[in-house]
């Protein structure tokens, strides 16, 4: 069901050598829009699908640095090569936290060194050949030692930047751990940090987006878009591209924006109207874009693959996914709610092969296992549970290879670099696989 309604938006642009914001007319800004809200009658994936041909993947690349929480600006994964057997495990307590039933923190890796941030707002810089924490900041007082804080990073050559869930957003010498500069916008930040042409960006939980200065963390412009009363955690994801940037709000929207022209592109719904009214639960994956194309899905939707520019929908499967999705040449690889592995065929969406994981499970009767992933690794597809298992699978062809208990509370995706597999667990212990 298509409806159209138009779009008033506001765009403010702030000078960083003016104290004052300028308020701007940009009719350009003002845009009939399109919103389709698609109806499902269930989003349940639970069959298990053989494939009888092998799919033939780009080559893996070997990965040096993780500077980016996902990655990279516009959210797509490489195929990274990695021929460990998960045999050797370090296990090094580096952080802290709060309550373990929470997932906040950040994993970054550049050269022999990593960066972590935990619950309770403390940023490390670990060495990993000392195996040693060289420097740790915390940029909050006391006041906030109890609150679980959530900080997201993003390095870019000698300087690591910050954004967290008290409203703050900072910059970090990377080689003394001292702060450059730190703003403070009073609002919590509910997105991950992205970074594009030299600019940082991010969505606070008023589903509001802003572009900072790198230099200094002053606002260079925002734009707001529809939020509701719940503001959901994960719901707001940002991807950049060939000068056009993506982002979810807490409604499930996506709005695409052109930052050279200035203007909304189009704005989509992903959710049925059910959902739109009781999104308290509302979790969204990471947007990937690739040639063009966006990736996206929900754990109240659809997967779904629109055309960058005008937001025509190419094709979507029933399906509920909150992970990072993956592309190899002509295939995706998405990591689904109930614990399904799927491939499919990204150019028509027709469905090639699904693995079940659920099926190594040892939960207790109303246990709740949830899956993390994925990340492609010489032609191995790898994910996590949290129940404490990794498991490796083909992406060839969909069949098992193995999985393995490393862990009792594992609660995100892991990372591969340098040959590596980074992973850090909900009571920030940090798990390096070889």
């Given amino acids: 069901m298509k409806y159209f309604f138009i779009l008033f938006l506001f765009f403010l642009i702030s000078s960083c050598s003016s104290n004052k914001d300028k308020k701007v007319d940009l009719e350009i800004f003002r845009k009939q829009g399109e919103k389709i809200n698609i109806f499902e009658s269930s989003n349940t994936f639970d069959k298990e699908i053989t494939y009888g041909s092998t799919l033939k993947l780009n080559q893996p690349l070997i990965n040096k640095k993780w500077i980016y929480e996902h990655y990279s600006s516009n959210n797509f994964y490489d195929h990274f090569f990695y021929d460990g057997k998960l045999e050797d495990i370090y296990k090094k307590n580096v952080g802290d936290y709060l309550n373990v039933s929470n997932d906040n923190g950040s994993l970054l890796v550049f050269d022999n060194f990593i960066f972590i941030s935990d619950e309770t707002g403390v940023i490390y810089k670990f060495d990993l050949t000392t195996k040693k924490v060289i420097w ?3 940029v909050h007082n006391n006041s906030f030692k109890n609150y679980p804080q959530n900080i997201s990073l ?5 300087v690591l930047f910050a954004s967290d869930n008290l ?5 970090i010498d990377v080689n003394s751990g001292k702060i450059l500069w730190l703003q403070n916008y009073g609002i919590p930040f509910s997105s991950h940090l992205n970074f594009y042409k030299g600019i940082l960006y991010v969505v606070n939980q008023n589903s509001r987006l802003y572009a900072f200065n790198a230099s200094d963390g002053l606002k260079i412009w925002s734009f707001e878009a529809l939020s509701g009363v719940v503001k959901p955690s994960k719901s707001s994801n940002i991807s950049i591209d060939n000068d056009k940037l993506i982002f979810s709000n807490d409604l499930g929207d996506i709005t695409v924006i052109d930052l050279n022209k200035q203007t909304v592109l189009w704005s989509i719904n992903i959710l049925s109207t059910n959902r739109i009214f009781n999104n308290f639960f509302l979790k969204i994956s990471n947007i990937l874009i690739d040639k063009n194309q966006i990736f996206v899905s929900s754990n ?5 693959n629109f055309n960058i520019e005008n937001g025509q929908i190419n094709w979507f499967q029933k399906i509920s996914s909150i992970q990072n999705h993956l592309i190899s040449d002509k295939f995706l690889f998405v990591l689904t709610e109930e614990g399904f592995i799927i491939a499919y065929n990204k150019l028509d969406g027709n469905l090639l092969w699904s693995f079940n994981l659920t099926k190594f499970s040892n939960a207790k009767p109303k246990q709740k ?3 993390y992933g994925l990340i492609l690794a010489s032609n191995k597809l ?3 549970s949290s129940d404490g298992f990794i498991y490796k699978i083909s992406a060839n062809n969909g069949e098992y290879i193995l999985h393995k208990k490393i862990n009792n509370d594992l609660s995100r995706a892991p990372i591969v670099a340098d040959n590596k597999i980074f992973i850090l667990n909900r009571s920030s212990e940090l798990l390096i696989l070889n």
């Fill in 382 to 384: 790898i994910a996590t």
């Fill in 154 to 158: 993003f390095l870019n050559d000698d």
């Fill in 369 to 371: 296992i949830h899956y």
């Fill in 300 to 304: 109240g939707g659809d997967l779904l």
């Fill in 136 to 138: 740790e900041i915390n």
């Fill in 167 to 171: 409203g703050f957003i900072y910059s």
